[in-house]
């Protein structure tokens, strides 16, 4: 009897602990701390580590949401105009471009002994940088923080371990060192070898600057203030110029990049100090800027947390936008001092499905719209896109924005089949194959059974919103696509055939031999899988081709395409900076994969001597007709050849729960963080009453438990009795 | 005692060079430090230029296994194996592919880990001994058969639908738990609820089955008949000597997964997104990072070891005329 | 070979899953030959429970080796060439008797029995207008016309399908038993006879159905979901028998010659499975399953068919999966080896001069036998489930290839949806939930018989 009270009383124990924590405020399946209920904070995820965060070598999306709160680079986009505008961030305006030749004279952008072209940048004064140990001074006015040994260092584990911070205006010469780093050849930066072509002196930097750290003891810091650089110079306090060999016009795009935002050299020597390196303080781990927001905590196994620059500049939201932003509430807030949001906690989510369901929940602010969730979020009728009833009940609003991207269906012209080789005969009838499986590939119900339509066939490499995009009749491919009642019509699958016919292929079978004619698609395992293959399976046989799909992982796909023995590939690309320049040269020949060994950008490596003639004449030209006439060629270059069978353009669906407000997204920056607020009572509310627990289920285990366990119960009773009569008879 | 224990430790030396060995040729058949270089630097502009100086910084631009260019002894030291393995053996895991300092990372990531599997381990193992209980108190019974096709069932259900519908269940339609996630601190509990219940469900099945064997085996022997045909009652025979007795098996067989538990779980770590080292491995298998994948085979293995040993050890601990020699 | 208008194309897997067979049906004929053996096994298959999953068992088997023989069809001649060329995809007998399955994919999921699909699409209706409607399925229930009769159909069609399955059955079960009655056997008939009846209708009912509808629904592209998970069987039940390949010659080898002539063959032995062990076996099937993919990777030739290099990924997981799992059985042959030769007869046997290899065969192996049984059908289990989890972490059968594994995969993001879809997770459940919980049920016989003193079930007291 004893065990069981004692049973009784545990499980009294149990429910009233789950009824004390029932009671407190807070939902329980709330995966944010108690204590944060209420605060302005938006919560957002990412999924994976970010691998760099130093400015000079990170280079993707995902580091980029963090980095580009933080850094902040002389130039940024308007948040609200379309198409894309520059403007002045740091500067008092955009830096003034003067060409020389190479008597150092000026002269027009047209000249033709034009040499140079020097960039003059105009900081405003006033920018201080977020409070950091890096900038800490004693009484004496040197570095507080300055170790000897490695020793001294082992007591900190993290950054925030440093109690004293301070901060320092920014000058020019914070801009014009973190250059030099982009030179460094030992931080690896990813655009050196691209800017090396163009920026004076940055290829000369390379060579001294990896004697002078030669010369080093291991882990010494190098102050590359101390060498020569040709092409930057720091005129004074608030002014530097940046000399680049001939022109480039797409330089100005990259001045809105984090590459060229300012790091201090203080900052350098900080993490540069005996022992950091170990404790896994880097600059790549903790970064520092001038930006609305500060990193506060840097777990990559758990969250990510941004918090306001307490010493941000003067920094108002845009009185203009578009016609339509208005109306949509996105100039409600002109003028107001930003950044708006306290805090930024990113946790990790390596998922989509529990990060959709915490969504729904409330407890993230944002989020994409995955493929699976897609008929849940959004309908689609008659008058267009819109949300499903189920979210607007819940006040989901819905950004909808075409990126500046291009994902396209490739073949390897190098290749023996498919590709751009052997005798004009040849070519034609390889040219031919690729026209007929370009019409098959039916990228409009690609789009629609794997991207729910998020995306539109492109007819072209450029996207819309990008200068050489053409809408309409103009634009149309007419390879693959009639126009017909003002609509493109795919090319009719009878016609692929009779293409393949006439390519030596009669319903898929080898004219001479009879063979059926095999191709290869090559793929990584870990992307979208089964469902998208069967799929192309399928699309190929009607034509009587015989799909193979050889899967490898990442690294054995990237050796294939850098060696040129991929076949048919699926590959994308999203703008660098919005120019056509960025998409076209994504079929220049000298950029092709096998000529670059790897490094270029042209996976098709296809290599047409005319178009590649028009991309370097077009690449220095201004946006004007006479550009668009040349991109015009190109395109129907491209048309004809067939080096991609199909390309699309993907849409962006993010969704916003109904506490976010000024959301708007922005193909090309990330630095959009300071322009959101969202409203923290609104959604305490509603995470409130959309999180009640439902209990009824557990009692109905508990029940079911006991009833399993009454006959236990009653069998053992029985069995006691029975032993009492039977113990005689049991061995 | 101590002699042995010493000398099983140098024992241990060559298994994990073995294990050392086995790790390194799988991996680096795999990939080439090229395209390790590869994956770490991206996929934009990358030189090959970078690559070298990628591979200098990392320490993988030396020969494998020989190196020809050098003579003696240091044909073997001068080699990517001697300068990687050797330092695994004082426990310095040097730096991941990534840059970052694994040493620091498994630190950090054990607490999380340990925060999962040590409750799954200790209440699975009460709950096991609790139901076999039960179950032997009833035995050669209806109820016996069918709690013991019961386990069979459970056994036969693969991990990943306890997971699965675990988290569609408790987390998505009755809102209890949240779906996913860690909290560090106090706040863990929520995010560890699910993950442990489950856990401990999924090892039922198993469990019990074995423990009430053994408490069979235990309840079948000579002095507990004696103790029952005394009149003692059913109850006291099993708190009495069944389970204490009972116990010794049982116990001595787990003690070789306990160093074990530091290293997480692979399915639940992934599955409910805890930051442990469970999904830290899996995570470098994925991401093909080979110098944490090499630290995390060799802790793995020493931990086997230690807990080959503590078996030993404990061995002698509940039956004095088990001797270590 | 070619026979009618086909090739026969064997995989490497079909062959070898018929060697594993025949040599099965070897070990049965000399278990048949040995009254005690024999009378061993009757015991196993006199319990309802080791006779009923026995059947199910092999149910399972004969799907998959229906589905081990694989062929393929003749192209029709073209008019410019005379050569005889075949379709390079291979189908399989299985294939031919799930035709009504085949060639008859939706565009996406729909749910068992639907006539409409899961996802709504832009329909134009008949004065122009686009709407967003659920469209009728292309195939499933397209012989309605009527909403209306849509349940009663189901309703009509399944009671035909299983009353026409009933009858024969009743009446071959019936001249079956009156033709037994007069032989004393010890089987449990009416249980046998239970669960053949429950087999054969289940399936025809399902085959029949299958000619209307989507009996279990279909997937993401369309493709029907209860095929996928049949074809499935295969996979499954191939993993369980040919990782055991592997497994049984290294263990059995190793086991004993290191429990027999200790020495330096016991230390090399020990230090071998004490390193394999020490690795995480997890960690050393996803290495070694990165290693298969290169080796790919870097032969193509070799591989140009897409089955064949599903088969080969397969026939490597396979091996993997024995590699590292050999380690356990091989620490109990060894134990069991030291005991059995401390035997009086076995030491008398090498005083008479016996050769070592004799007494191998004809004592220690014998008295390890059942050891050997034991561990190959708990394996066989083991390797069943082991393949869904393989499968999460990305290192387990090719994606091309129908598996359990892949379709729970496939399955998390499919509960997330709201509406939910739920059947294939559910098919992949039940399917690979019955083929386990048999063997173990099985296994548990075969242990109760042969080794009682770890028996599961009998109490003795």
């Known amino acids: 009897m004893k065990i069981r009270e004692s049973f009784i009383g545990i499980a009294l124990m149990l429910s009233t602990a789950f009824w004390v924590t029932g009671c407190s405020d807070q939902a329980w399946n709330n995966p944010h701390p108690a204590e944060d209920a209420g605060k302005n904070i938006l919560y957002s995820n990412f999924s994976g580590p970010p691998k760099h965060l130093d400015p000079v070598i990170s280079y993707s999306a995902d580091e980029g949401r963090f980095i580009d709160q933080i850094y902040d680079p002389p130039l940024q986009y308007h948040y609200l105009k379309r198409p894309f505008e520059l403007e002045a961030n740091t500067l008092t305006a955009l830096p003034e471009i003067v060409y020389r030749n190479a008597d150092e004279q000026p002269v027009s952008a047209e000249a033709e002994d034009l040499a140079y072209s020097d960039y003059y940048f105009d900081i405003k004064p006033g920018i201080y940088y977020q409070p950091h140990p890096a900038l800490a001074l004693n009484d004496d006015g040197e570095p507080y923080y300055a170790f000897e040994t490695a020793a001294e260092a082992s007591q900190y584990s993290a950054l925030s371990d440093f109690a004293q911070t301070g901060t320092r205006e920014l000058v020019a010469a914070d801009y014009t060192y973190q250059i030099r780093r982009l030179a460094d050849p030992t931080l690896l930066s990813p655009i050196r070898g691209l800017l090396a072509q163009y920026i004076q002196g940055m290829t000369e930097f390379a060579e001294p600057a990896k004697e002078a750290r030669a010369a080093q003891q291991d882990g010494e810091w190098l102050d590359l203030r101390t060498i020569e650089f040709d092409g930057i110079e720091v005129i004074d306090r608030y002014r530097f110029r940046v000399r680049l060999k001939g022109k480039y016009p797409q330089f100005s795009y990259w001045l809105a990049f984090h590459f060229f935002a300012p790091v201090p050299p203080e900052a350098d020597r900080f993490y540069s100090m005996p022992g950091m390196n170990d404790r896994n303080i880097t600059l790549d781990w903790y970064p520092i800027g001038t930006g609305p927001y500060m990193m506060t905590k840097n777990d990559p196994n758990e969250a990510i947390v941004l918090e306001r620059n307490p010493n941000y500049r003067d920094d108002f939201y845009p009185a203009e936008g578009e016609p339509a932003d208005r109306a949509a509430g996105l100039l409600d807030d002109a003028g107001q001092a930003l950044p708006f949001i306290d805090k930024v906690v990113y946790r990790l989510e390596k998922e989509s499905i529990p990060l959709w369901s915490k969504f729904l929940q409330g407890y993230y602010d944002r989020s994409g719209v995955a493929s699976d969730s897609f008929d849940q979020a959004i309908s689609i009728d008659a008058e267009g896109i819109a949300l499903s009833d189920d979210m607007r009940d819940r006040g989901i609003k819905l950004d909808i924005a075409v990126m500046p991207g291009t994902y396209y269906f490739g073949f390897n012209m190098l290749d023996e089949v498919v590709g751009d080789t052997g005798t004009v005969e040849e070519r034609e009838r390889k040219r031919l194959l690729r026209h007929a499986i370009a019409i098959a590939y039916d990228q409009e119900e690609y789009i629609s059974i794997f991207y729910n339509g998020r995306g539109e066939t492109g007819m072209s490499p450029i996207p819309p919103g990008i200068f050489g995009y053409q809408q309409g009749e103009e634009g149309v491919n007419t390879s693959v696509f009639d126009w017909v009642n003002g609509k493109p019509v795919r090319k009719s699958i009878d016609y692929a055939k009779e293409l393949m016919a006439r390519a030596g292929y009669p319903d898929g079978r080898n004219a001479e031999t009879g063979e059926p004619l095999v191709l290869n698609f090559d793929t990584t395992v870990s992307s979208s899988g089964g469902a998208s293959h069967d799929w192309l399976i399928k699309k190929m046989k009607q034509l009587g081709i015989q799909l193979n799909i050889r899967g490898s992982d990442y690294n054995r796909f990237k050796e294939k395409m850098k060696t040129g023995n991929a076949q048919l590939f699926q590959w994308g690309w999203l703008a660098d900076y919005p120019d056509a320049e960025n998409f076209l040269f994504l079929l220049y020949g000298p950029n092709g994969q096998v000529v670059t060994q790897g490094a270029g950008v042209n996976s098709s490596n296809y290599d047409n001597p005319r178009y590649n003639e028009l991309f370097r004449e077009m690449k220095l030209m201004e946006n004007s007709p006479e550009r668009m006439a040349i991109i015009r060629e190109m395109i129907d270059i491209t048309q004809h050849d067939m080096p991609w069978a199909s390309t699309f353009h993907p849409h962006s669906y993010v969704l916003n729960n109904a506490w976010v407000y000024n959301s708007k997204p922005h193909g090309i920056s990330k630095a959009v963080l300071k322009y959101m607020r969202i409203d923290p009572e609104q959604r305490s509310a509603m995470q409130e009453s959309s999180n009640r627990p439902v209990l009824g289920p557990l009692l109905l285990v508990a029940l079911l438990v006991i009833v399993l366990a009454l006959p236990g119960y009653v069998g053992y009773r029985r069995r006691l009795n029975h032993r009492v009569n039977t113990v005689g008879r049991q061995r | 005692m101590l002699a042995y224990i010493v000398r099983r430790l140098l024992y241990a030396v060559p298994i994990l060079i073995g294990v050392n060995l086995l790790t390194f040729a799988l991996f680096f058949v795999v990939n080439t430090p090229d395209q390790m270089a590869r994956v770490q630097l991206g996929d934009r502009y990358v030189s090959e230029v970078a690559i070298q100086e990628w591979k200098v910084q990392r320490g993988y631009d030396k020969p494998l296994l020989f190196n020809t260019a050098h003579e003696g002894p240091a044909a073997v030291t001068e080699t990517i194996f001697f300068e990687k393995s050797l330092s695994l053996f004082a426990l310095d895991f040097g730096k991941s592919d990534a840059g970052r300092n694994i040493a620091a990372d498994i630190e950090q990531r054990m607490w999380p880990s340990l925060a999962v599997a040590l409750p799954t381990f200790a209440i699975g193992i009460a709950v096991n001994i609790a139901f076999a209980l039960f179950v032997v108190m009833f035995r050669a019974s209806l109820f016996d058969t069918g709690a013991m096709i019961l386990c069979v069932a459970l056994m036969s259900i693969s991990g990943v639908f306890y997971v699965i519908a675990g988290q569609f269940f408790f987390a998505k339609e009755w809102n209890l738990v949240p779906v996913s996630g860690y909290l560090s601190g106090v706040d863990a509990w929520r995010f560890l609820l699910l993950p442990v219940i489950i856990g401990v469900i999924s090892g039922i099945g198993g469990g019990t089955r074995l423990y009430r064997t053994l408490f069979l085996e235990e309840a079948n022997k000579d002095y507990v008949r004696t103790a029952r045909a005394k009149g003692v009652s059913e109850l006291t025979v099993l708190f009495r000597h069944i389970l204490p007795n009972g116990m010794i098996p049982i116990l001595t067989s787990v003690v070789v997964v306990i160093p074990s538990l530091f290293m997480g779980s692979l399915l639940v770590e992934s599955f409910f997104g805890i930051p442990g080292l469970g999904s830290y491995t899996l995570e470098a298998i994925q991401a093909q990072d080979f110098a944490i994948v090499r630290s995390m085979v060799f802790l793995g293995s020493v931990l086997y070891i230690i807990g080959l040993l503590l078996t030993d050890i404990s061995y002698t601990l509940v039956d004095p005329r088990v001797r270590l020699s | ?461």
């Open chain 3, 1 to 461: 070979m070619e026979v009618f208008d086909v090739r026969v194309h064997l995989l490497w897997s079909d062959i070898l899953i018929f060697i594993l067979v025949a040599s099965l049906l070897c070990f049965v004929v000399s278990v048949l030959k040995n009254p005690l053996a024999r009378g061993r096994w009757a015991k196993v298959f006199e319990s309802r429970i080791g006779a009923a999953s026995f059947m199910v068992i092999l149910f399972y088997v004969l799907i998959a080796l229906t589905d081990s023989l694989h062929f393929q069809k003749r192209l029709e001649a073209t008019a410019e060439s005379t050569d005889v060329h075949y379709a390079p995809e291979m189908t399989s007998v299985l294939d031919l008797i799930l035709a009504p399955m085949l060639d008859r994919d939706e565009k996406t999921y729909s749910a068992p029995f639907a006539i409409y699909s899961f996802a709504k699409e832009n329909i134009e209706s008949d004065d122009g207008t686009v709407v967003r409607e659920f469209p009728r399925l292309e195939h499933g229930g397209s012989h309605i016309t009527m909403e209306e009769q849509h349940v009663a159909d189901i309703v009509v069609k399944s009671l035909t399908a299983i009353g026409w399955t009933l009858v024969p059955i009743l009446i071959v079960l019936f001249i079956h038993h009156w033709y037994i009655r007069k032989e004393d056997s010890r089987l449990p008939w009416p249980v046998i006879y239970f669960t053949f009846a429950a087999i054969v209708v289940v399936s025809s009912w399902a085959l029949q159905m299958s000619q209307y509808y989507h009996v279990l629904g279909t997937d993401k592209v369309g493709q029907d979901v209860l095929y996928g998970a049949i074809k499935a069987i295969r996979t499954g039940v191939l993993i369980g028998t040919l990782a055991t390949l592997v497994t049984l010659p290294l263990a059995v080898l190793l086991g004993i010659s290191a429990g027999y002539f200790r020495g330096w063959v016991d230390d090399v032995v020990q230090y071998i499975y004490t390193t394999l062990n020490s690795i995480p076996g997890i960690l050393l099937i996803a290495a070694s399953v990165l290693l298969i993919n290169v080796y790919i990777e870097t032969n193509p030739e070799q591989f140009k068919l897409l089955s064949d290099r599903a088969d080969f990924r397969f026939i490597a997981l396979c091996f993997i999966l024995g590699m590292t799992s050999w380690t356990g059985l091989c620490r109990l042959l060894r134990a069991e080896t030291l005991k059995v030769s401390q035997l009086e007869y076995v030491q008398a046997a090498h005083a008479f001069g016996v050769s070592r290899w004799r007494v191998i065969m004809r004592h220690i192996l014998p008295n390890t036998t059942h050891i050997i049984l034991i561990a190959l059908v708990l394996d066989f289990s083991a390797f069943v489930l082991a393949e869904a989890v393989l499968s999460y972490i990305g290192v387990g059968v090719d994606s091309s290839m129908k598996s359990w594994g892949n379709m729970i995969n496939e399955a998390r993001s499919e509960l997330a949806r709201e509406p939910v879809v739920w059947w294939s997770v559910i098919a992949a459940f039940i399917l690979m939930f019955t083929l386990v919980l048999a063997a173990n049920l099985f296994s548990d016989r075969v242990r109760d018989v042969f080794d009682p003193r770890m028996s599961g079930s009998g109490d003795n007291s």
